[in-house]
């Protein structure tokens, strides 16, 4: 595994979103000014994304359970002033806001079950369909906003893709032995990160190093790749499953076992704890 020089707290700015797959917080990088920013009691709240302005959280609500009209909320960065956007007994999740913050991109299987890609603004009007005929999961906006990346699938595989939001046009980037998901582009455009189970010992070619995931699950790992899907390469073996950029793309946000930071190159790797919780954190993060 890289490890490079450590990276240090003092070296890292902005506040990131973070979940449990129950609730979902905001700190400062340090652990510091910690709050909850959707802790109903009643279910889960996760999966969030910062507005580009890093004054609101867009975020999954599943409240009634789990794929059990899950709703698109947003709410303040302090938690405040949540609303429902989507309000569909279908379910909605995966949400990413646009570069310019006009619009929020999700994923819903309101179409039959089968999920495809729709747009809402932040004050829940002008739902719209994207109008992409593909499995579109976790969708996640290219800086300029004409593209996203996204987790789809044709069977059981599920494989990276971007499409342009103009055009309609689709390009499939990965081909991999098991599973590729949770795009995330680079502030500049270049590069998309994603996990992936290719490192698996069941996907693996033979010839090739793997690792076991268990009985229960594969082990999946962060990889990049450049935008038009050349050059894949490995960020760390680590089990990791969720993957975000920091806002001037130096640094990468993973959460699998733990939350960390890490260089692209997979090196400094930095545990991210926070004031009052004591146990690992994880879950979906966001960093603005």
């Given amino acids: 595994m890289a490890t490079g020089e450590p990276l240090s707290l003092t070296g890292l700015a902005g506040r990131i979103v973070f979940d449990d797959f129950e609730d979902l917080f905001a700190m400062d990088l340090d652990g510091s000014n910690l709050i909850t920013v959707a802790g109903d009691p009643a279910g889960s709240e996760f999966d969030g994304a910062w507005s580009p302005d890093g004054e609101w959280v867009a975020y999954r609500d599943s409240t009634r359970g789990i794929n059990d009209d ?17 309000r569909d007994p279908a379910n909605d999740w995966g949400p990413d806001w646009s570069p ?4 929020i991109v999700f994923n819903s299987d309101r179409d039959g079950g089968r999920l495809r890609g729709y747009r809402v603004d932040p004050d829940a009007g002008n739902l719209r369909p994207l109008g992409l005929d593909v499995w579109v999961e976790y969708p996640s906006f290219s800086p300029d906003g004409t593209r996203i990346a996204f987790m789809g699938h044709e069977g059981s595989d599920y494989e990276i893709f971007v499409a342009d939001l103009v055009s309609g046009a689709v390009q499939q980037l990965t081909d991999s032995p098991g599973q ?7 502030p500049d455009g270049a590069t998309i990160a994603f996990s992936s ?26 990889w ?4 038009d899907g050349a050059s894949p390469r490995r960020v760390s073996t680590e089990i990791a499953q969720f993957v975000t950029w920091s ?7 993973i959460s699998g076992h733990a939350l960390f930071v890490v260089r692209p190159d997979g090196t400094g790797r930095l545990e991210l704890r926070a004031d009052g919780i004591d ?9 603005h």
């Fill in 197 to 222: 189970e290719r490192d698996d010992c069941r996907f693996a070619a033979r010839d090739q190093e793997c690792w076991d995931g268990g009985a229960d699950d594969a082990h999946r790992d962060i």
């Fill in 279 to 287: 146990r690992p954190l994880g879950g979906i993060p966001d960093w």
């Fill in 100 to 103: 310019d913050g006009r619009t």
């Fill in 70 to 86: 899950d709703e698109i909320f947003v709410a303040r960065a302090d938690g405040s002033e949540r609303r429902n956007l989507t």
């Fill in 180 to 186: 590729d998901g949770w795009p995330a582009w680079s």
């Fill in 224 to 227: 990049l790749m450049d935008a």
């Fill in 247 to 253: 806002p001037d793309g130096r640094y990468l946000l």
